[in-house]
């Protein structure tokens, strides 16, 4: 067993990007634990900053240069006694670049090398120099991680996989997360099994290419998820399951099946499709065709008529036409989604699409604004849609006001209530009664109470 030691020294994360990110964050910060570190809200006075950085696209990036400039300050004001460590999908790509526009950087951690935290900030302290480890080792960072230890909440995130294989064209996660990799089933149920005992009764799976997880299974086989997500449906107390982000390659039949078949899972998925030209989609070595993603969602709303879907979309990535952009905008208005996120093509270091000739920026920003308009109007419509609706709502806590009790909805959309119980954890129906732009409002019907 672990004996952590009374904390004393003060860690401060700095999380960027996505949600992978927030649960790396929070495994380093447990990394840190046994070295008696505690988390601080705030970087000053803290003995390190962890700055876990985002690649994705070049403002995400740049983000990273200016914030630690501010840091190097407080470095500073403690006589240079506090580490910076600077970690992520920046790290992995800028390990050099970083040392060299921020000497003062203490260490470079790329997301292989988490476990590795204590025996690099020794060596930093030993040196006296910046340490780098930026490698991707032949051991599965997953077995070597420890558990999650600090509660997350009614919804808890759970990573299952990491890495790619996909390369497409404008994308750094294959190059900074490395090659795909699935976390064993036993791991991720004893770990979800955790959770709920810390009181979650949402799980999301979390993974670059979730849907593409093919984990160890306990009996010596390998299940795909949907044998997963029965298993995890199968734990006392798990109310609701979802997983992200999924490719359109790898949205198996079986798959599609279990949001038919297993009730846990939300009628809710995130699917990027980027664009809905097969010229561009190919330019962008998606592996799949507009019409590929039209007969998914097809199949989904064949299996679960209440289904609804977000997803991204990368505007003018190289060679893309106005023509090609009509076909986005098409897609767009057939599909009808819930949410979707959007970015103009960013050129990102070292992956195909960089290097070709680029679509000028106001075209970008036009095509943007058309079909950014698009979106608004389908979510505000989405929303619109649940008023009067009767729908079961996970409660997650107070709310802003007083009398309020937050949730969330089968869509993931806030919910707010009036109730004096504080209903946390627990899941009732409710009947929306007005659609803000990012919230519902509803009133509890008290008698009913589903598991
Ligand atoms: N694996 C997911 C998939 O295949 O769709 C996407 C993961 S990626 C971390 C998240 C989103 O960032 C992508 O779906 C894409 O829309 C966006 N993105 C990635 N690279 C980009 C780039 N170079 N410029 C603009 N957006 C980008
Ligand atoms: Fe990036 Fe997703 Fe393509 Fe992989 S599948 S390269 S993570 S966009």
Redesign the pocket.
């Known amino acids: 067993m672990t004996v952590v030691p009374e904390p004393t020294r003060k860690l401060h994360v700095v999380t960027h990007g996505?949600q992978m990110n927030v649960y790396d964050s929070a495994r380093m910060a447990d990394v840190l634990a046994p070295l008696g570190y505690a988390t601080v809200d705030s970087p000053e006075g803290a003995d390190m900053v962890i700055m876990n950085t985002c690649h994705?696209?070049e403002r995400a990036a740049d983000k990273v240069f200016s914030a630690l400039g501010r840091l190097r300050d407080l470095k500073d004001a403690t006589g240079g006694r506090m580490m910076i460590a600077v970690t992520g999908c920046v790290a992995q790509a800028e390990g050099e670049v970083i040392l060299q526009r921020a000497p003062y950087v203490d260490l470079v951690v790329g997301p292989q090398a988490y476990h590795r935290l204590p025996e690099l900030i020794a060596t930093a302290h030993r040196t006296r120099g910046s340490v780098i480890d930026t490698a991707f080792p032949a051991e599965q960072k997953f077995d070597f991680l420890p558990d999650a230890a600090a509660p997350q909440g009614v919804i808890a995130n759970l990573t299952i996989q990491e890495g790619?294989d996909?390369f497409?064209s404008?994308?750094v996660?294959p190059y900074t997360r490395g090659a795909e990799a699935s976390r064993p089933a036993a791991s991720i149920l004893a770990e979800a099994r955790r959770m709920v005992g810390q009181g979650a009764r949402e799980i999301v799976l979390l993974g670059?290419?979730v849907n593409a997880w093919h984990g160890a299974a306990p009996d010596g086989g390998v299940w795909a998820l949907p044998r997963l997500l029965r298993e995890l449906a199968d734990i006392p107390g798990i109310a609701r399951l979802r997983y992200t982000?999924s490719?359109p390659s790898d949205m198996t039949d079986e798959l599609i099946a279990a949001h038919r078949d297993n009730p846990a899972l939300m009628p809710f998925l995130h699917l990027?499709v980027?664009s809905g030209s097969d010229r561009v989609l190919a330019a962008m070595n998606r592996k799949h065709k507009a019409d590929d993603f039209r007969r998914i969602v097809g199949k989904l709303r064949d299996a679960r008529p209440d289904m609804a879907f977000t997803s991204?979309?990368?505007i003018g990535h190289p060679g893309e036409t106005d023509a090609d952009f009509a076909a986005t905008m098409r897609l767009v208005r057939e599909t009808r989604f819930a949410l979707a996120y959007s970015?103009?093509?960013?050129p990102?270091p070292g992956t195909p699409a960089a290097g070709l000739p680029q679509v000028p920026d106001e075209v970008k920003n036009a095509r943007l604004y058309e079909l950014q308009a698009e979106l608004r109007r389908q979510q505000d419509a989405f929303n619109a849609a649940t008023v009067g609706l009767r729908t079961p709502v996970l409660f997650t806590g107070i709310g802003r006001h007083a009398g309020q009790i937050a949730g969330r909805s089968l869509y993931a959309q806030p919910v707010v209530v009036q109730s004096a119980a504080p209903l946390t954890g627990e899941v009732h129906d409710v009947t929306i009664t007005d659609a803000n732009p990012n919230s519902l409002l509803g009133t509890l019907i008290k008698e009913h109470i589903a598991a």
């Open positions: 996505c994705i696209r790619c996909k497409c404008f994308c996660v670059q290419n982000t490719h990027p980027q991204d979309f990368i970015f103009n093509y960013s990102r």
